[in-house]
């Protein structure tokens, strides 16, 4: 009996051999062609013809390449440090296609005196598997390897990555202008859309450069993308910025989407959808660099009724965002330009992130949580930008705790603030007697944008009234990028002394710090072991930060993750 196996690995080179691989791995002799041949055959030679269409080289005097560090691969053009962080965050968490062009193929070669095709002989629904799990181009080309293969990639699902198209076809290379190679791949991607008949497990097209006179071809697109069903798309433009090019409103019939990630575009106008637009199937939605209203979003939360991640990142206008959807589980906004998030009616979320954003306004971003009672995950409040509003209650310096002033869900909390600035650290002990159930507390100390305003008294803890989550529920603490201030300590200090049930103490020093700065740092950790703890089984420990400069523990990917710690508050794990 023959046992046949693939396997797919990374980073090995090709296995030497003495004898010639499996015919099927050959390149196919010339043959002429058979006046037999049938009309849906001629259809799979023609679709073979995309991997024609894809570039072969660079054309010359066209620049493709890009410093490895930018990730968004543009050409270096001048641009503000708002907009390269957006890109860089952009680019930097595009979801995984399921197929990939650098592993290689190994297979347990034939015996000498058998030559016979016996990988053809295998049934189809195991063929239609192998050919599903190759890249576009590769897959496109199986048509012409025998009469037994030409019907299989038009049968078999198609995994579309318009990156595997170019020269080299590596997945993360993609042309840093607009020109020969982006057009070609474009067109490699309407040829495919065209031949194939559905449908995409899998779309990520983020090659093109796209102006307004693509506006019919990106209609197209999502025609053909809405009739031959796609269930995860990835669909970001090349241009920057992208105020004038909306996407076309045929994007709301793709009603079997599961995900979708749009990056760099203008969104539909929401006001001229037909009656009966929606999402019926959505439950992941990634909304990075767009250019988008308050009733857009609005719009997509209502018409998308099992949609449970929703993150927005770059926003490149200002949003007052309300969450009212039902089946939504998890929020996330970064990098964006808002002047409110108020959770006004979400019985099923659990996880709200906002992480540096940012009011335009030069006023504090509003944050508003209504009724949410499964909410268990908050980060970052940030006492210097957020104005955190309970109910009908703005919660201010000296704010007492009550049941209408409290969310009693939340379990795992996160902070940032400068603890140099009086500000934020007297706001900070009025945002923790908000969430009096909390078990974990992450605290992430922000560089002081004026180091003049760093001397502050301890007396500001010593002054603090009983914190519920404090004295009776917290086990968990974890204070990221520590620089060894004596705010920071004053703040370990009071915790140390005040949280009887505390376990757990971590304490994660900034990196980039001097010799002289960490020493400060373990001094004043060492400090902490005389102190008068309140709990008598707690464990602290003092690990060097592993995240750059300015850098964090907290990702779209892991916020998104409903099975993860956000926020790494146990890095021994």
């Known amino acids: 009996m023959w046992i046949i196996r693939f396997f797919i690995k990374k980073n090995i080179p090709p ?19 058979k006046p037999s041949f049938s009309p849906s055959s001629s259809a799979c030679c023609a679709v073979a013809s995309i991997a024609m269409s894809c570039p072969t080289t660079s054309p010359v005097g066209e620049d493709t390449t890009v410093p490895p560090t930018m990730l968004h691969g543009l050409a270096p053009e001048t641009r503000s440090t708002e ?21 290689s193929l190994c297979c347990a070669a034939a015996a000498d005196d058998d030559k016979n095709d016996r990988v053809s002989r295998l049934p189809d629904d195991l063929l239609l598997r192998v050919v599903s799990l190759l890249p576009a181009k590769d897959g496109a080309r199986t048509t012409v390897l025998s009469s037994r293969w030409r019907h299989l990639w038009r049968s078999a699902p198609l995994v579309l990555v318009d990156t595997h198209l170019l020269p080299g076809g590596d997945g993360e290379r993609r042309p840093a202008r607009g020109g020969a190679s982006s057009r070609a791949v474009t067109n490699a991607v309407s040829a495919a859309l065209e031949s194939h008949p559905g449908p995409f497990p899998f779309a990520s097209l983020t090659c093109s450069f796209m102006n307004g006179a693509d506006r019919r071809l990106l209609a197209r697109w999502f025609q053909l993308l809405a009739t031959k069903g796609v269930d995860e798309l990835v669909f970001v433009n090349r241009p920057w910025s992208v105020r004038g090019l909306r996407l076309p409103s045929s994007l709301f019939s793709c009603a079997s ?19 009966g637009a ?11 660099c767009v250019v988008m209203e308050d009733k857009d979003l609005d719009f997509v939360l209502a018409v998308s009724p099992v949609l449970e991640i929703l993150s927005l990142f770059g926003s490149l206008t200002p949003l007052r965002a309300r969450l009212t959807n039902h089946s939504l589980r998890c929020a ?28 335009e306004r030069h006023v504090k971003i509003s944050v508003k949580i209504g009724y949410v009672p499964k909410l268990r995950v908050l980060g970052y409040l940030e006492p210097g ?20 002033t409290t969310v009693s869900s939340v379990q795992m909390l996160a902070v940032q603030l400068q603890f140099g600035v009086r500000s934020e650290v007297k706001m900070l002990p009025s945002f923790l007697k908000c969430f009096p159930r909390v078990e974990t507390l992450v ?18 803890w010593q002054k603090t009234s009983s914190i519920e989550c404090v004295q009776s529920h917290l086990k968990t603490l974890a204070f990221h990028e520590v620089q060894g201030d004596h705010n920071e300590f004053d703040f370990l200090m009071f915790i140390a002394e005040s949280a009887p049930k505390l376990e757990r103490m971590f304490i994660v020093m900034k990196n980039g710090l001097t010799d002289i700065e960490r020493q400060v740092v373990v001094a004043r950790v060492g400090t902490l072991y005389s102190t008068n703890w309140a709990s008598k089984d707690c464990r602290l420990q ?32």
């Open 15 to 33: 296995l030497t051999r003495s004898r010639p691989l499996w015919p099927f791995l050959r390149p196919p002799a010339p043959q002429r062609p």
């Open 83 to 103: 907009d390269e962080a957006r890109l860089t965050f952009l680019y930097a968490f595009l979801p995984k296609p399921p197929v990939s062009t650098s592993p």
């Open 257 to 275: 989407l599961c995900r979708l990630y749009i990056g760099a575009w203008a969104f539909p106008d929401t006001t001229a959808l037909p009656r």
């Open 278 to 288: 929606a999402f019926p199937n959505l439950h992941q939605l990634a909304l990075g």
């Open 332 to 359: 996330q906004f970064c990098l964006s330009i808002l002047e409110e998030v108020a959770v006004v009616d979400s019985p099923s979320l659990e996880r709200l992130f906002l992480w540096r954003n940012w009011n």
């Open 385 to 404: 930008v957020h104005m955190l509003q309970i109910g009908n209650t703005i919660i201010k310096v000296g704010t007492k705790a009550s049941t209408h």
């Open 443 to 460: 605290v992430e100390s922000l560089v002081l944008r004026d180091p003049t305003s760093s001397n502050l008294s301890q007396k500001i």
């Open 542 to 573: 003092l690990k060097m930060s592993c995240y750059p400069i300015g850098g964090g523990s907290w990702s779209l990917q892991a916020g998104s993750d409903l099975s993860v710690d956000p926020f790494e508050a146990f890095p021994e794990d």
